[in-house]
């Protein structure tokens, strides 16, 4: 089921944004996007890239944190080219 694009700027202040992709194995593969909290860089936006196959703990397998234009630009990328979908948060 498709879903609409969820800009950031439309969470909740302070709330990640969570996108995931299942994956055959039962598992998913998430990136979850996470505000900056106050503090010198707090324009940031970190994004963590990760999988998770329950019962097993959340692999986290990259993290990065980018601009807010250029934060957005990878969701929308995610969503529209790589499969992902916005949801609740996994863990």
């Known amino acids: 089921m498709p879903t609409t694009p969820s800009p950031l700027s ?3 202040p302070g709330q990640p944004v969570w996108l995931v992709r299942p994956r055959s194995d ?3 593969d998430y990136v979850n ?3 900056a909290q106050p503090g010198p860089g707090s324009r940031l936006v970190e994004i963590r890239e990760g999988s998770h ?4 703990m959340p692999l986290l397998k990259r993290r990065r944190r980018l601009d807010p234009l ?3 630009a990878c969701r929308r990328r995610l969503q529209q080219e790589a499969g992902f979908h ?3 948060p996994l863990f």
């Open 70 to 72: 250029e934060a957005e």
């Open 86 to 88: 916005h949801s609740e």
């Open 53 to 56: 196959l329950p019962p097993q």
């Open 26 to 28: 039962g598992g998913s």
């Open 33 to 35: 996007f996470v505000p």
């Open 10 to 12: 439309a969470a909740p």
